[in-house]
């Protein structure tokens, strides 16, 4: 006999919950983006350099990766629902926060208590769609999340630098804290209570489970090419920011058209969802991230904005297909620790977009083609990585 956790009639309705927990994921993950355009004017207001003001985004993405190592086993106990609406109520005061710094110092400390109050949402969220989406629709479902997740990289950016313009930086915040005090009434209401999905289990076993991930060799390979997912998305656009490219320009309309060229690429990507899943998700992991090292590359010829943007189109459409190829890679080799397992995961994909601020600061002053050299150089390895995995053999 079927237990109530598993019957079709628990099944939460796809259409309107897939459609908000996406929503609200662009709200969440953006927010590791919207300083990018907006790195002049922070400069400026905290007396330092762009190229300081960076680390902004790498204190938030390291904060919110780390946070998810313990925010999904506080789901596990408190249940879906608390966890996700608590922590869009705290991220929307942790947001206002960043306007109050006045310092660089205060602004990464407020970063970082940002990161981790928004560190709530996905774990719980890709729990929530696992277990309440039926299963014929679970695999569109988890790609949606996952490709709004990569789809706020750009639709951030392209929010901040028009509230920016016309508001000023401080309207950034603003509109983001008030869009997480509506989320967290709005996914209260949407998301169906449910029990807790184990009342028994603790964080210090959940820390055991990650340390036996670690120690299987093809999971802790797939772990290290999930550093180059985000890590070259977010690389490649801070090298924009810093190191306009040839032939754009540093106008606000230039980086607009560029920054909004790869939307498309967001959108089509879950279409696909059905036909990309009968591809073995490993041969995904690599054929998608040896292509966003190859339009890097591509992309690091200065031809002008309409060469540049065309690549950026296929090279976010290859991160894309990436991040949740390397999530069901890893989820099948996880066993019975799926829910450690993409936690790990989570905490790997922002592990990497923490350092690819890095990345692109440190060759930056030489210009726009060696960024993007460095970002192909690190998807190569990344999908190098992904390849190393498969050669291993599992008892």
Do not use: K
Request: net charge positive.
């Amino acid at each position: 006999m079927s237990s109530p956790a598993t019957t079709e009639a628990t099944w939460a309705p796809t259409g309107r919950t897939v459609a908000t927990i996406c929503a609200v994921g662009i709200l969440v993950v953006g927010q590791l983006y919207v300083v990018l355009p907006v790195l002049g004017e922070l400069a400026a207001a905290w007396d330092t350099t762009r190229a300081a003001v960076t680390w902004t985004t790498t204190a938030f993405g390291l904060a919110y990766g780390a946070g998810f190592l313990v925010t999904g086993p506080l789901s596990d106990r408190w249940g879906r629902r608390p966890v996700i609406v608590g922590g869009l109520a705290a991220t929307a005061l942790s947001t206002l926060a960043v306007i109050a710094a006045p310092s660089l110092g205060a602004g990464i400390t407020a970063r970082v208590v940002q990161g981790l109050t928004a560190s709530f949402f996905a774990p719980a969220a890709f729990a929530y769609l696992a277990e309440r989406i039926a299963p014929e629709r679970r695999v569109f479902a988890l790609t949606c999340l996952t490709s709004s997740f990569l789809g706020a990289g750009v639709l951030a950016q392209v929010f901040a630098q028009l509230v920016d313009a016309a508001f000023g930086w401080q309207a950034v915040f603003v509109v983001g804290a008030a869009g997480f005090a509506i989320s967290a009434l709005l996914l209260r209401a949407v998301l169906e209570p449910g029990r807790r999905a184990d009342s028994t289990a603790s964080t210090a076993s959940a820390f055991t489970a990650f340390a036996s991930l670690l120690r299987a060799p093809r999971l802790a390979l797939l772990y290290l090419s999930c550093l180059a997912v985000l890590g070259s998305f977010v690389g490649i656009y801070t090298g924009v920011q810093l190191a306009p490219p040839e032939g754009v320009g540093t106008s606000s309309t230039a980086l607009l058209v560029l920054r909004a060229s790869a939307i498309p690429a967001m959108i089509a990507i879950p279409l696909l969802a059905t036909r990309l899943g009968a591809i073995n998700p490993e041969r995904r992991l690599i054929i998608s991230l040896t292509t966003a090292g190859t339009t890097a590359a591509i992309a690091a010829l200065p031809f002008g904005g309409i060469w540049l943007g065309t690549w950026l189109f296929v090279f976010v459409a290859a991160i894309a297909i990436a991040a949740p190829a390397a999530v069901q890679a890893i989820a099948a080799r996880a066993g019975e620790a799926r829910g450690a397992a993409t936690a790990v995961y989570t905490f790997a994909l922002f592990l990497g977009a923490s350092a690819g601020p890095q990345l692109a600061n440190l060759v930056a002053g030489n210009g726009f083609t060696a960024v993007a050299l460095a970002i192909a150089t690190l998807g190569f390895i990344g999908a190098a990585l992904a390849f190393a995995s498969t050669r291993i053999r599992t008892p």
